[in-house]
């Protein structure tokens, strides 16, 4: 329980320290994240190893410093319906194995990441047909498929055991140092054949134990990884998970106009360094909304930050402006994940979003500012800022001009005109 004399801003900022020094834990609760590119949305399933060579190789070019490989790389993996459970390496893919594509890719200086879905098993899968018993299932009823796949029972210690197995000799076959552990459908038939029938209310919270068990382990055996939980997105952005993986995907939704009332929500109670966000391809796949890609970066940059698109089609002039985020992420990433966050102006109340982070001294802080729609003849706008040293002096890092930090929050800083729909800003001070 917390108590705020500060509103529901200084709640916030308790439950994120809570969470990201008492919660989490591991190699990464006290270190920068990683830049990363994820080749989902670049490729979906049909992919081979020069191809993401060549998306691995764009990257190390703009200073992305992960490569994640998604979906698609075990099994006979080509679509959605077929091959969860079956953690080995399809080498019609990458006929030269997993270890090879890693070395190719950690040759760019890159590190190597990896997806899986270890909680899931396709109906068309070698362990479905060898072990039809071992998903979540009620005797005699139907097996209901969501996603095309059915939920292995994580209850029972042989089925964790054999996941395990293969889990980790994938992990051991590489120097891989990142995994998104994705879990993609929700509960049904929630029974199991490890229980007798007075026993079957149970299943639910023993599967959950036995997750809890599997990470552990996974997560000890492996503390050199950094591991990002994934649930259709966010829907698994809980505290249980955050004690074994330090970060969650925030949303399948990559629209930086849709993850405006996403991140913000999502702050409510968790802290920038758990929500992970990335700048995806435009037209968006989700809502098929057209963003430039300064904002879209400028949303992403408030979590942590990675590209999920094919980074090869970019444009000389998009690939100055992906150095420049990328080379101010670095430079940010410090305080961003680890200072506090005020809220501004909320997405849910009107066309405008702002939120900012000061470090822990309050010597610095990093604005981000957002404005959905146009409006004609819009009035002058400010924007009140918080947190700030209200005795200091504070320096506009793009214009050189500054402020008193009493001023910043008392009277506000003007905002530019902005032109067009989707604008935002990043502004950035240094006590003077």
């Known amino acids: 329980m917390v108590f705020s004399s500060e509103g529901l801003g200084g709640m916030s900022r308790t439950y994120h320290k809570l ?12 270190e920068p994240r990683p830049i ?25 070019e703009l200073g992305i410093e992960l490569f994640v490989l998604d979906d698609g790389w075990f099994g006979k993996r080509n679509d959605d319906s077929s091959s969860l459970g079956d953690w080995f390496v399809d080498k019609n893919k990458l006929p030269d194995g997993l270890e090879e594509l890693v070395s190719r890719v950690n040759q760019l200086d890159m590190q190597f990441g990896l997806w899986f879905e270890p909680e899931m098993v396709s109906p068309d ?8 018993d071992w998903c979540l299932h009620v005797p005699d009823r139907r097996r209901t498929e969501g996603r095309k796949q059915l939920i292995l029972d994580f209850s029972r210690a042989d089925v964790r055991e054999v996941i395990y197995g293969m889990i980790s000799k994938i992990l051991q ?18 029974g199991s054949a490890a229980l007798p029938p007075e026993r079957q209310r149970e299943t639910a919270h023993r599967y959950m134990l036995g997750l809890y068990e599997m990470l552990e382990r996974i997560t000890s055996d492996f503390p050199h990884v950094l591991f990002e939980s994934c649930s259709g997105g966010g829907g698994r952005f809980d505290p249980g998970m955050l004690h074994y993986m330090p970060q969650t995907w925030t949303s399948d939704n990559t629209d930086a106009i849709a993850r405006l009332k996403i991140q913000y929500g999502t702050s409510i109670v968790y802290p920038i360094s758990t929500m992970g966000s990335h700048v995806s391809e435009v037209p968006n796949h989700q809502v098929h909304r057209n963003v430039s890609l300064e904002t879209r970066g400028n949303v992403a940059m408030s979590g942590n930050f ?23 992420y670095k430079e940010l990433r410090g305080f961003m994940q680890f200072g506090d966050q005020y809220r501004l102006l909320s997405p849910f109340e009107g066309n405008e979003t702002a939120w900012m982070v000061v470090n ?8 981000a500012y957002f404005r959905v729609l146009a ?27 500054v402020y008193g930090g009493d001023e910043l929050m008392y009277a506000g800083i003007n905002l530019p005109d902005l032109h067009g729909d989707f604008q935002s800003l990043l502004l950035r001070f240094k006590v003077k």
């Open 19 to 30: 969470y990201r020094t008492r919660l989490c834990r591991g190699l990464y609760r006290d």
């Open 36 to 60: 990363l590119v994820n080749n989902w949305e670049a490729t979906y399933f049909n992919f081979n190893a020069d191809k993401i060579e060549s998306i691995a190789r764009a990257g190390k």
């Open 125 to 132: 899968s070698e362990l479905y047909r060898t072990h039809p």
């Open 173 to 190: 076959s590489a120097p891989i140092t990142y995994v998104k552990w994705d879990m993609n459908r929700n509960m049904t038939e929630i």
């Open 306 to 328: 990675g590209y999920e698109l094919d980074l090869t089609k970019f444009s000389d002039a998009e690939k100055e402006i992906v150095k420049r985020q990328v080379s101010e």
């Open 360 to 367: 822990e001294n309050r010597s610095e802080a990093m604005v």
């Open 375 to 401: 409006e004609a003849n819009a009035p002058l706008s400010r924007l009140k800022l918080k947190g700030l040293d209200p005795d200091r002096d504070y320096m506009l890092q793009a214009t050189g001009d």
